[in-house]
């Protein structure tokens, strides 16, 4: 990729070679040159004898998505409404209070079967919270490195123009990743464009992506 998409700048007297030979040994060995046998296959399919000379299409899989009726829109509107109070009810407890609040969870889905499965789910919040705070103490596990251009408007509105990670093995090598990536994006900086470096958890990293794509 990097052969094929080059941009250096050749403007100068002098020109560098490494691209030029890194696209031609990259075309020597992944550019697929047609024979006679893919030829003929080919002409066949075009102008084919018998129906056997013809090549078979794949056909794909994939789930065909159920409609959403003006009911069903309604009824999830309603039953998801405050959904955001789970998770803000969840971020203010320390660990301690995460694991009673979990086992706590559970023991009541126990104890009403129709709603078992809406417990369980907010214990898993919790264990996941939970998970996140004993990464951040311990400095364990997998971390990411994150760099973000923002640029402001008039309003002190921010808006996300470029984002750059890094993935790394504890909290301390993420740190050093971190200002590295800081140091190498320092000149995006400018009157409306801050540059702001942070640390997350590969459980917090997904989740900041999941909010991206959305």
């Not at 559970?106 to 919790?126: F, K, T």
């Not at 993935?167 to 320092?186: D, I, N, P, Q, Y």
Request: net charge positive; charged share 35%.
């Amino acid at each position: 990729m990097s052969a094929t998409f080059n941009d250096s700048d050749n403007k100068g007297t002098v020109v560098a070679l490494q691209p030029k030979l890194s696209k031609k040994r990259a075309e020597e060995e992944h550019r697929w040159v047609v024979g006679k046998a893919e030829l003929d296959r080919i002409a066949a399919d075009i102008w084919p004898k018998v129906k056997s000379d013809k090549m078979r299409s794949a056909q794909g899989v994939s789930v065909k998505r159920p409609p959403l009726t003006y009911d069903a829109r309604l009824a999830l509107d309603e039953a998801t409404a405050n959904l955001w109070k789970i998770s803000h009810a969840v971020a203010e407890l320390k660990e301690r209070s995460l694991k009673g609040f979990a086992h706590e969870a559970r023991s009541r889905g126990a104890d009403r079967p129709e709603h078992e499965l809406l417990y369980q789910a907010i214990a898993q919040v919790a264990d996941q919270r939970l998970e996140i705070l004993r990464r951040r103490r311990t400095g364990k596990g997998v971390w990411y490195a994150i760099v973000g251009v923002i640029k402001w408007n008039g309003d002190h509105v921010g808006q996300s123009v470029a984002r750059f990670h890094e993935k790394c093995e504890g909290k301390r090598s993420a740190v050093v990743a971190a200002r590295k990536l800081l140091a190498e994006h320092a000149s995006e900086f400018a009157e409306n464009m801050t540059v702001e470096a942070e640390v997350l958890t590969d459980l917090e990293w997904q989740g900041r992506l999941r909010e991206v794509e959305d």
